[in-house]
């Protein structure tokens, strides 16, 4: 299966979950699992996805999802590479305002932190701009 069957997958099953309150089936899971185990791999894959977004609240569910469990999981060794996607990327740009990392833990909170100042998502409530967005797709 390439990315962009297994995010077009992945998306269909958050929205399954999201109607019928059903527990996450096999994109869901293969997608936690890679970014529990493979971060390299688990960024690319996170990329497709949030390239295939149709609307801020899949947008949103990466972010605060998997995406954010990358930064907690493995945010050091992969902010770099986050940041390279994210300088050609206004989507992921904007899911890392959907992000929430805790500066009080030992976390990659200070390196998010520029990287919302510098993709211009700082205030009070940088989720904010996730919520207010309006992107278009491809469809």
């Known amino acids: 299966m390439t990315d962009?069957?297994?995010?077009?997958?992945?998306?269909?099953?958050y929205?399954?979950?999201q109607k019928s309150r059903k527990t996450p089936r096999q994109a869901i899971l293969y997608v936690d699992?890679?970014?529990?185990?493979?971060?390299?791999?688990?960024?690319?894959?996170?990329?497709?996805?949030?390239?295939?977004?149709?609307?801020?609240?899949?947008?949103a569910y990466v972010a605060a999802g998997p995406l954010e469990n990358l930064f907690v999981?493995?945010?050091?060794?992969?902010?770099?590479?986050?940041?390279e996607k994210a300088d050609c990327s206004e989507k992921l740009q904007l899911a890392l305002s959907g992000v929430w990392l805790d500066e009080d833990e030992d976390t990659i909170f200070f390196r998010w932190r520029e990287l919302l100042?510098?993709?211009k998502f700082v205030g009070d409530n940088p989720r904010q701009a996730l919520r207010a967005a309006e992107f278009h797709t491809n469809d």
Do not use: W
Not at 73 to 83: P, Q
């Open 4 to 13: 962009q069957e297994l995010a077009e997958m992945f998306l269909r099953e």
């Open 15 to 17: 929205d399954d979950v």
């Open 117 to 119: 100042e510098l993709y």
């Open 33 to 59: 699992t890679l970014v529990n185990n493979d971060p390299q791999n688990a960024l690319e894959l996170l990329a497709t996805i949030i390239d295939s977004c149709k609307n801020n609240k899949e947008l």
């Open 73 to 83: 999981y493995h945010g050091y060794a992969i902010i770099d590479k986050i940041k």
